[in-house]
């Protein structure tokens, strides 16, 4: 289990109730900041390749903007079709005001 660290954003850059699509060495993810916390996840829906990072916040879910599949942002699970499959989720850390995702040790 290797840890990889990356910055990707600073906390200000993503606003209270809002997403913002970043790049982690490559992976493409997207953060959102829920009541102040910061999730991260894989920034496209699992069922086509719309960018959840314009989809519409509804408490702790991401609706995608094509189809309207819900995923739970802390989770990642599925909770309204089309799409089928779970969303990947990384772990977060805040530093000194940095936003930091593990994108895995590759
Ligand atoms: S692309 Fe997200 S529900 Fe179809």
């Known amino acids: 289990m290797s840890e990889r660290?990356?910055?990707v954003?600073?906390?200000g850059d993503v606003p209270e109730g809002g997403t913002l699509a970043v790049?982690?060495?490559g992976e493409p993810v997207c953060l959102?900041?829920?009541a102040g916390r910061i999730h991260a996840t894989h920034e496209y829906c699992t069922h086509e390749e719309a960018s959840l990072a314009d989809g519409y916040i509804e408490g702790?879910?991401?609706e995608c903007p094509l189809h309207q599949a819900q995923f739970h942002i802390p989770t990642g699970q599925v909770r309204a079709p089309p799409a089928t499959d779970d969303l990947?989720?990384?772990a977060v850390k805040v530093e000194g005001g940095e936003i930091f995702v593990d994108v895995g040790g590759g």
């Open 32 to 34: 959102f900041n829920l």
């Open 9 to 11: 954003a600073a906390h």
């Open 88 to 90: 990947r989720v990384f």
């Open 5 to 7: 660290w990356i910055r």
């Open 23 to 25: 790049d982690a060495a």
């Open 60 to 62: 702790e879910c991401i």
